[in-house]
């Protein structure tokens, strides 16, 4: 006669089950198990002093459950304690100070008990899951992970992550990216934290980490760090700016990015939805990394004032569009990938304003201050200086870029430049080192007040700090 196989018990069974689809420890959900039956019997059948012990054999499912007192002179709580002669009466062997172990059976938990203890239980496994989603989740953050799209709402979409749903706010999804449900899409996990109802995990598709990451799954020398990204600038759903370099003199940065027939750059514009995308060299000089970064403008000189962090950039007037970018785009991605403030100016206004790169500090920081001042005023006064005083070696911060024709200088009235000398001179005597506001006071010194503030053929006048405040924000 064959034997019957023994069975593994269904509650050992589910919490098999459970382990493997939501990641919780077998071994926790039995420790909670313990205590809801400690817990439970204390309430309806020994008080709250009671000394009440739990086991579970996880393989075989054994519930064994104990009830312990203390063998004493004189009994001052019932639940736990028993006198000598109660205790003898169990067995004669029994003497002060000695347990009295008595098991109990699981049986006589009654409905409300058995509920009690149900309720208890189910807590437990809810902070356990908790606990478990939050670790498993936590370690990915900053990372990329596949997602699918479960929901689409008109303020944010639902996306499926595994073992649970990820918030993408309207903010956090690429502009002109319709989203639909059933879609697959990389995500970047922005952030994971512990809530009152749960562990909240954001996702975003906006991101500059997402470049970056996406990067790193396209390019193997980014991957395995032969190849550095050293910073992202990004405006989603139309254009990234993205510095790379390498210590390997075989290697080129810029074209390992773009791979074999632009295959690897390729791949990240897709998953993008079509965002254009600049790669350009880091360098620790600012002068190369500035000029770098305004790519694809041409830029001829570059002034930095490493005060303030700014720059003084000059470029061709035929590159000046390009250099500022539709709206100041391609002037506030550069700002964002170098850290450096960039003021552009093409040569000719850099003529009308009297700014020439060859002569000595005393002047240039005199430039620089007018120009920090005028931001506050207005971008049609003028800064004279008299070129024959100040004639000396071209200044050390001041490097050529690119080869250009010679800057041609218009001329000043040279009445009105020594009353502005004279009007300079005084206010230094003073202390008084506003000297743009004389500036203003001299009508005369200005002969096209009724001009724009800009060059009508440009979009617009760029205030970068309002645009790096708004997008920010």
Wanted: some cysteine; overall charge negative; aromatic content about 6%.
């Amino acid at each position: 006669m064959a034997t019957k196989k023994s069975k593994t018990p269904n509650f050992i069974d589910a919490l098999n089950l459970l382990e493997q689809e939501r990641g919780i420890d077998k071994m926790t959900v039995l420790d909670a198990l313990k205590e809801a039956l400690e817990k439970a019997y204390k309430k309806n059948y020994a008080g709250s002093e009671s000394i009440i012990r739990c086991t579970i054999d996880g393989e075989t499912g054994r519930i064994r459950l104990f009830d312990i007192k203390q063998v004493v002179d004189d009994v001052m709580d019932e639940d736990y304690q028993l006198s000598e002669e109660e205790a003898q009466e169990i067995n004669p062997k029994y003497k002060v100070g000695d347990e009295v172990v008595t098991e109990i059976s699981p049986e006589v938990f009654g409905r409300l008990a058995a509920i009690q203890t149900k309720q208890l239980l189910r807590q437990k496994i809810r902070e356990a899951e908790k606990e478990a989603l939050y670790q498993e989740y936590v370690d990915k953050q900053d990372e990329i992970i596949n997602g699918l799209v479960e929901r689409v709402e008109p303020k944010f979409a639902i996306v499926n992550i595994g073992k649970t749903g990820a918030l993408l706010p309207l903010n956090a999804q690429i502009p002109g990216e319709h989203l639909v449900e059933g879609q697959h899409l990389k995500v970047y996990v922005s952030v994971v934290e512990r809530g009152t109802k749960g562990t909240h995990i954001g996702v975003s598709r906006t991101d500059p980490g997402l470049v970056k990451r996406l990067f790193e799954m396209n390019v193997p020398e980014i991957y395995d760090g032969t190849v550095v990204i050293h910073s992202v600038s990004r405006e989603p759903g139309e254009r990234s700016k993205i510095s790379v370099s390498t210590e390997n003199p075989d290697i080129d940065p810029i074209g390992s990015c773009v791979g074999p027939k632009g295959t690897r750059v390729r791949n990240v514009v897709t998953e993008l939805n079509g965002e254009q995308i600049d790669i350009i060299e880091y360098s620790d000089d600012p002068i190369t990394y500035i000029s770098n970064a305004l790519s694809p403008a041409r830029v001829d000189k570059v002034k930095l004032n490493e005060k303030d962090t700014s720059a003084l950039v000059i470029v061709p007037d035929d590159q000046l569009s390009l250099a500022i970018g539709k709206k100041g785009q391609n002037a506030r991605l550069a700002v964002r990938l170098t850290g450096w403030k960039i003021d552009i100016k093409s040569e000719t206004e850099a003529n009308e304003a009297g700014i020439n790169f060859d002569i000595d500090d005393d002047f240039n920081e005199e430039f620089l201050e007018a120009m920090e001042a005028s931001d506050e005023t207005s971008k049609n006064e003028e800064v004279v200086a008299n070129e024959e005083e100040t004639k000396k070696p071209e200044e050390k911060e001041v490097k050529k870029v690119k080869k250009s024709a010679p800057v041609k200088h218009e001329s000043h009235d040279s009445e009105a430049a020594e009353a502005l000398k004279e009007k300079l001179e005084q206010a230094n005597d003073d202390g008084d080192q506003d000297y743009v506001k004389i500036l203003s006071e001299d009508e005369d010194l200005d002969e096209d007040d009724d001009e724009p503030d800009y060059d009508p053929k440009y979009d617009e006048d760029i205030d970068y700090d309002a645009f790096d405040e708004y997008y920010d924000d």
